[in-house]
């Protein structure tokens, strides 16, 4: 079991300051100045198995910017226990997140949820896509607002 990745970006005098904790993904910095980040997220181990419980916690202090770039697409494989994947964000006044999200594809017989939560988010829609096999369409594939 892993906790949640967290990263939050704070404005600075000369550089902005990111703070990153390692979960099932972890940040790399590609870009960076006064105000904000570029970040790319890779995963640190094989996802979304059963029972995975994948969350993203994002802090964007006011006046900041974080961009979070996905580096490859998300497999959700089947599983008997339901598994997660959820961003949590909080975004300063003034400040701006964007998320560049890849894929998001499910395998057949699949339990999951996926979600974000936080205000003024600028994360598109996660493309599900359903991965064809002998067990027909996925059990449940839940996509929180």
Known sequence: MSGPTRLS???TGNRSRVHRTTGHLTARIMEQDTHGARVGLLATQALLLAGDDVRVEVDVAPGAWLDIVETTGTVAYE???PS???IEAT???EALLTWAGKPFVVSDGIATRAGQT???LNI???DGRHRAG???APRSVQADP
Do not use: M, T, Y
């Open 9 to 11: 970006v704070v404005r």
């Open 79 to 81: 599983g008997e226990v």
């Open 84 to 86: 997660s994947w959820v």
């Open 91 to 93: 975004v300063g006044d």
């Open 118 to 120: 936080g205000g003024d």
């Open 124 to 126: 598109p829609e996660r």
């Open 134 to 136: 002998a067990g027909g």
